[in-house]
């Protein structure tokens, strides 16, 4: 299948935001601002408002579709490498994905690294769930959604859950994940010269931002999902593009099989969700994950 023009379009937009980003000796706050451009790539989703909200003290992003089933709750997780964007530059992509879920959709703005190494994303993204729970939303109304790192901790989330023998969330949706930090996967080196976003000297940074600590392995289970042991999540769906430096991180959770479906969005970039609403690729995607999402958060 050939991309459409938009998709292209969309590529040569990431090209040219990670281009500027990469300029030497820039201040990483400039870095960030420049991040932060990427949610140009998505449309407002249309009969969506939001709202910035307290989560027990980490601040949060309401994106509330009109209509939206109050009991059916998505608790989404921003891109970034850890390092980089927030709930403001990513709150479209979610917009549109919780309407077509017909669900509120909460979007965590978690700290970051390096000012704040591993764990703190993880515990912000636990305490924001927790408040959900506090509010009354049952654990299998609640979708665990997020893209890039976000696509990690939407997965780390219930595993930690499912270690403290606490209830998970109903249903997981994982785009364009990083779940082997050694960056061993082929597709690393292969699609280099594809994804338009990422390269291995970038994730080496964003690696060694997130964890810092010699003494804290990559390949630990606690952050590389590759080599966790996966029993027990709930279903969960996983898409990534095919032109992604870690498409190999989301061939290898349907190898897995937990998985309830994989999806490979053909010559899709990372991440092709940042699209939302104006590459028809992404919108077919949001729609399906949308469908998704409605059947199992009704289970």
Do not use: M, W
């Given at each position: 299948m050939?991309?459409?023009?938009?998709?292209?379009?969309?590529?040569?937009?990431l090209a040219s935001v990670s281009a500027k980003s990469a300029t030497p000796g820039l201040d990483l706050s400039v870095i960030r601002d420049i991040v932060d451009s990427n949610h140009?790539?998505?449309?407002?989703?249309?009969?969506?408002t939001y709202a910035e909200v307290d989560a027990n003290g980490v601040p949060a992003l309401w994106?509330?579709?009109?209509?939206?089933?109050?009991?059916?709750?998505?608790?989404?997780?921003?891109?970034g490498g850890s390092v980089t964007a927030s709930m403001?530059?990513?709150?479209?992509?979610?917009?549109?994905?919780?309407?077509?879920?017909?669900?509120?959709?909460?979007?965590?703005?978690?700290?970051?690294?390096p000012e704040h190494p591993y764990p703190a994303q993880?515990?912000?993204?636990?305490?924001?769930y927790r408040r959900l729970l506090t509010q009354g939303h049952e654990p299998?109304?609640?979708?665990?959604?997020?893209?890039?790192?976000?696509?990690?901790?939407?997965?780390?989330?219930?595993?930690?859950?499912?270690a403290n023998s606490e209830p998970t969330p109903g249903a997981i949706v994982s785009l364009s994940p990083w779940t082997d930090l050694t960056l061993h996967n082929k597709s690393m080196d292969t699609n280099e010269a594809n994804d338009k976003m990422l390269s291995r000297n970038t994730l080496e940074l964003f690696r060694d931002a997130w964890i810092p600590d010699p003494t804290l392995d990559p390949a630990d289970p606690q952050t590389s999902i590759a080599n966790a042991d996966l029993t027990g999540l709930p279903?969960?769906?996983?898409?990534?593009?095919?032109?992604?430096?870690?498409?190999?991180?989301?061939?290898?959770?349907a190898d897995a099989k937990v998985t309830s479906e994989t999806h490979t969005l053909p010559e899709g970039q990372h991440?092709?969700?940042?699209?939302?609403?104006?590459?028809?690729?992404?919108?077919?995607?949001?729609?399906?994950?949308g469908n998704w999402l409605h059947t199992h958060l009704n289970n």
């Open positions: 050939t991309a459409s023009t938009e998709a292209h379009e969309f590529a040569e937009f140009k790539a998505s449309t407002e989703p249309e009969d969506v994106a509330i579709p009109e209509g939206a089933d109050p009991d059916k709750v998505l608790l989404h997780l921003h891109f403001h530059s990513d709150r479209k992509a979610p917009g549109h994905i919780a309407k077509a879920a017909g669900a509120r959709s909460l979007v965590v703005d978690f700290r970051l690294a993880l515990d912000d993204v636990e305490t924001a299998h109304n609640i979708g665990s959604t997020g893209h890039s790192i976000g696509g990690t901790l939407a997965i780390l989330l219930p595993l930690r859950q499912l279903p969960t769906l996983v898409y990534h593009g095919e032109h992604e430096t870690l498409a190999d991180d989301g061939t290898h959770l991440p092709f969700i940042l699209a939302a609403g104006s590459v028809p690729e992404a919108n077919e995607a949001i729609t399906k994950i």
